[in-house]
């Protein structure tokens, strides 16, 4: 209601901008758990969302945790660093006591750049006799940086000292990267005061810690005890805290999951509020909602008891307002419909009160998709998955799978059943189990009457491979198979003739009756918008071109395959060439008519089709032309299309005052813009013109997908059992049944890769499209908008 | 004690469900087989030398594929069963370490 007040004047604005800190606060907490290896299990129940002192509740001590946290962790942060300095301390004492302490054999090995144990430079027998006094500077070093160090120190103090390098025995982090390194001890005996200035120098360059290092022996050893106990009572201290940092992430852990949610529900229910609009008084809140009629009571009711709740004195209460903008589409839906319904919405949502397609596509779209899946076998197989999805669609673990893929198998499974079920069907129809024919009922040719009428001898046998069933011959052929295609042909080598012309066939018919089907739809838009002059004007020209062209196709089918029999199959005429020569209003010679007086017949289809284009272009822009034209002089005082009210209706203790007015302002709006509206109808007419009639054409060959499809199905399944399933059956007596095994699993696996999911998929997304595009721009319009009541879904939780 | 368990529990699920496709089927193919099917003609392994002296070879050559596909039945339904009790170690190991 307030567009244009900004985010930032709106009245519960503080509010949110508190939930959203303390989502700071629990992300924050997150991380420290995550970090900690802790997981965070969902929430299981469902808080409701808190008032405003449990809010600051929840506040305080979300942040009271986190507070505590960071200390925590600051602390032992800094408990680490010192231990981790007093061991390298006691490190640095414990091998420069070897360098000190022990004389070390004459003929030091030779110097390598590596970091190995060394012994001092100088010989310790000439080392007593210099009686100097030497100074120490002890300390660790970066083991990449070990010899520049080395290079500069001899370069610097020109061999007036002598440095040991040794490694470290364990590694330790740096505090710096925290990656665990092998630190190098580095012991320098010096002599002179400017020269251990000159050392410290170049060690601090080289960010080496320096430790004192005590000259005597019995100072060192007391050192080290200090720093051993030290060590250890750090240790303790360390372990205390880490116990208290648990106790703390426990308490966390506990607490966090109901906090977000409820946080999460009340900066919702802020956000929504934010969309209203005060009143005068400021003291109420005005809201303008969509509100399906039929639930109207409810909304009163549930107002009611939300006055009551709170305890407030004043009632809210709910009132009906006119509007111009067009509502959005609320198309109720159960398990069972839900699906079909999405998969029209995912075209495009109905326009507000259209002729919702969803309820025909729960029987048209398997159908379709079976048409091109037939097969027993896949489709049994399909059927039992979903079945198995529906009998369990209520167990938890099925339900709230996180994977995407599963959870789209999971919603369509009423889809995916219907689809499996008309699979069967179609299957039946086929005669085809795992491309296998299935003999339900006796065959109805016969090979002993052929081969006793054509006498065939052993001769004859074996220099034909391949011979000819004619039905002419008396007994050969018994009639039509009763259900499905006859057994026999697949083991016929001209299977694949006699099916694709059938499925060819098919495909046009069905394709027709469908497009028919979606044009017929059009009439209950046009009735219920009261566009009678759309019925007349539209549909009955798009109705008679369909008809007189296409229908008219399928008609030549059906009476061709009625009226010819076997004994004319060598002179049946050819209804393609038939079709073309109806276009070209020319006629062929060798091509026998169907009937009598074809060419009459046909002659008037194609007039009336070509004379209902012209009425299908200018027809129903005319009419409106002339409506317009008549009460023009009448304009000012009906004002459009009768949805306005005038300002008087709604004044009722401070109701929407700035609503009325704007939907006045916008009404005046449409009047003006009238007489540039024929250009635009015209136009769209002439679009709508032109997409219909090519489109029939077209859409009438895209139908044949259907054959092509449910050819490439067939196929695919005889090439996976005759290069799979085969080779298992083997002349070996028991053995065969041991090696079939394997062969089956791969079979198995096969079909359910590639015929089941690939071939599955690919017939459902042509099922889909010729739903979509042809059935559908019949006839639809889909330019609505869904209603998206305010819920607390749990897909809104991260 | 050996575990017995091992495999997952999703490839128990698996190998119950081909089990129990390759049982039913097999056993079916298999009767047809036995039923001198007509239709199954182009799977049974026979050589030129078959079709000599009448069909009784082409019939013994269609009982030994059955039995074939009989003997792959039976080894499926050892597998399934293998599956199942897979299947039942692997629920009751869930009880248990909760």
């Not at chain 1, 042909?489 to 497009?515: E, P, Q, R």
Request: aromatic letters at 12%.
């Amino acid at each position: 209601l307030n567009p244009n007040i900004s985010a930032f004047q709106r009245r519960f604005v503080g509010e949110v901008r508190r939930c959203e800190e303390m989502e700071k606060t629990f992300t924050f907490l997150q991380q420290e758990l995550r970090d900690a290896g802790r997981v965070l299990a969902p929430c299981r129940d469902k808080p409701e969302a808190p008032l405003a002192r449990e809010a600051l509740r929840i506040q305080e001590q979300s942040e009271q945790l986190a507070q505590e946290l960071r200390e925590v962790s600051r602390n032992r942060a800094s408990l680490r660093g010192r231990l981790r300095d007093l061991r390298q301390y006691l490190h640095v004492l414990r091998e420069g006591q070897h360098f000190t302490s022990l004389p070390a054999p004459l003929g030091s090995p030779p110097r390598s750049r590596a970091l190995s144990e060394r012994d001092p430079l100088l010989d310790p027998s000439l080392h007593q006799h210099l009686d100097r006094k030497i100074n120490f500077v002890a300390g660790v070093v970066h083991p990449w940086r070990v010899s520049a160090f080395e290079r500069l120190l001899w370069r610097a103090c020109r061999g007036y000292l002598v440095a040991s390098f040794v490694e470290m025995p364990e590694p330790m982090e740096d505090p710096a990267t925290g990656e665990s390194i092998t630190w190098v001890i580095f012991l320098i005996s010096y002599w002179g005061e400017q020269i251990g200035q000159k050392i410290r120098k170049i060690s601090d360059c080289f960010h080496c810690r320096v430790y004192p290092y005590p000259e005597s022996e019995a100072s060192r050893v007391e050192t080290m005890n200090g720093l051993q106990t030290q060590i250890q009572d750090l240790s303790v201290v360390l372990e205390e805290t880490e116990e208290y940092l648990a106790q703390v992430l426990d308490k966390v852990v506990l607490a966090l999951p109901t906090w977000r949610v409820q946080v999460q529900k009340m900066k919702a229910i802020y956000l929504v509020l934010n969309q209203c609009s005060f009143d005068v008084t400021e003291k109420c809140l005005i809201a303008e909602v969509w509100c399906p009629v039929r639930d109207l009571t409810q909304v009163q009711e549930a107002l009611r008891q939300g006055s009551y709740k709170s305890g407030s004195s004043v009632e809210c209460f709910v009132q009906r307002i006119p509007t111009s903008e067009s509502p959005p589409t609320l198309i109720r839906t159960n398990k069972f419909t839900a699906g079909f319904q999405s998969i029209v919405d995912a075209y495009g949502v109905a326009s507000y009160q259209e002729v919702n397609p969803a309820p025909y596509a729960i029987i048209t779209f398997p159908f379709i998709f079976a048409i091109m899946f037939g097969d027993v076998g896949h489709g049994l197989l399909m059927f039992l998955f979903a079945l198995w999805m529906v009998l369990y669609e209520n167990s938890p673990s099925l339900k709230q799978a996180s994977n995407e893929i599963w959870l789209t198998f999971f919603e369509g499974r009423y889809l995916i059943l219907l689809m499996g079920a008309f699979s069967i069907y179609t299957g039946f129809i086929y005669n085809e189990c795992f491309s296998k024919a299935t003999v339900i009922f006796p065959s109805a040719w016969s090979v002993a009457a052929m081969a006793n009428h054509s006498s065939w001898s052993s001769a004859y046998l074996a220099t034909h491979p391949s011979l000819t069933l004619d039905p002419n011959v008396t007994g050969v052929f018994q009639g039509p198979y009763p259900f499905g295609i006859d057994p026999i042909w697949s083991l016929a080598t001209n299977h694949l003739n006699f099916l694709n012309s059938f499925k060819m066939k098919m495909s046009v018919v069905l394709g027709i009756v469908h497009m028919g089907f979606g044009v017929l739809l059009g009439i209950f838009n046009h009735v219920h918008f009261n566009q009678w002059h759309r019925l007349v004007l539209e549909l009955l020209p798009e109705m008679i071109f369909l008809l007189a062209l296409f229908g008219y196709l399928v008609f030549l089918i059906f009476y061709k395959w009625i009226k010819f029999s076997v004994a004319d199959s060598l002179v049946a005429p050819s209804i393609l060439i038939h079709f073309i020569d109806m276009f070209l209003f020319t006629s062929s010679a060798d091509n026998l008519p169907l009937y009598q007086g074809q060419v009459p017949v046909q002659m008037v289809l194609v007039v009336l089709a070509l004379a209902s284009v012209p009425v299908l272009l200018l027809g129903t822009p005319l009419y409106l032309w002339c409506r317009r034209r008549a009460p023009r002089t009448n304009h000012p005082t009906s004002v459009a299309t009768g949805e306005q009210e005038p300002l008087l209706e709604g004044q009722e203790a401070g109701n929407s005052v700035n609503a009325t007015k704007e939907d006045v302002e916008s009404g005046r709006h449409s009047a003006d813009t009238e007489h540039l509206d024929m250009a635009e109808i015209l136009m769209h007419q002439a679009i709508h013109t032109i997409e219909y009639c090519l489109g029939c054409v077209s859409n009438t060959a895209s139908y044949l997908r259907l054959w092509a499809l449910s050819l490439a199905h067939a196929q695919l399944s005889e090439v996976l059992w005759t290069m799979v399933m085969r080779n298992g059956f083997v002349r070996l007596r028991y053995v065969g049944g041991v090696l079939l095994v394997p062969v089956f699993a791969a079979f198995a696996v096969l079909t359910v890769a590639i015929l089941l999911v690939m071939e599955g998929l690919s017939a459902f997304l042509h099922a889909l499209r010729l739903h979509w595009v042809e059935f559908q721009n019949k006839f639809y319009v889909g330019a609505g908008y869904k209603l998206c009541p305010f819920t607390f879904t749990p897909d809104a939780w991260d | 004690m050996v575990s017995l368990l091992c495999c997952g529990p999703k490839m128990a699920a698996c190998g119950l469900v081909l089990s129990a496709w390759g049982v039913i089927m097999l056993v079916l193919l298999g009767i047809f087989f036995n039923v001198h099917s007509a239709v199954l003609i182009e799977d049974v392994p026979f050589t030129e030398e078959d079709f000599k002296d009448g069909p009784e070879k082409i019939y013994h050559l269609y009982e030994q594929v059955s039995y074939n596909c009989f003997i792959a039945a039976g080894l499926y339904a050892l597998l399934g069963g293998f599956s199942l009790c897979q299947g039942r170690l692997h629920r009751r190991k869930e009880y248990l370490v909760r």
